[in-house]
């Protein structure tokens, strides 16, 4: 969420409903990216006002969209 909030900051909102906001998750376990997306809330992440937020991975099996959901 840290991360959401930061890039949040960065972009006007108009700015952000068109952005598609990636997220590093490449040193991530894919073991723990469940549990991670579990822990986010999609309210705030919805909040952040970006058209889409992705956990990107190695593989599309570890790449998971966080908002919308």
Same mark, same amino acid.
Request: hydrophobic letters at 45%; charged letters at 30%; glycine letters at 6%.
């Given at each position: 969420?840290? *991360?959401?909030?930061?890039?949040? $900051?960065?972009?006007?909102?108009? @700015? $952000?409903r068109k952005l598609l906001l990636a997220l590093d998750a490449l040193e991530a376990?894919?073991? *723990?990216? @469940? *549990? #991670? #997306?579990?822990?986010?809330?999609? @309210?705030?992440?919805?909040?952040?006002?970006?058209?889409?937020?992705?956990? #990107?991975?190695?593989?599309?099996?570890?790449? #998971?969209?966080?908002?919308?959901?």
């Amino acid at each position: 969420m840290r *991360a959401i909030d930061a890039k949040a $900051k960065k972009y006007a909102p108009i @700015e $952000k409903r068109k952005l598609l906001l990636a997220l590093d998750a490449l040193e991530a376990p894919g073991h *723990a990216l @469940e *549990a #991670v #997306v579990q822990r986010i809330d999609p @309210e705030r992440t919805a909040s952040g006002g970006f058209r889409e937020i992705w956990l #990107v991975g190695l593989t599309p099996d570890l790449c #998971v969209r966080l908002h919308p959901r």
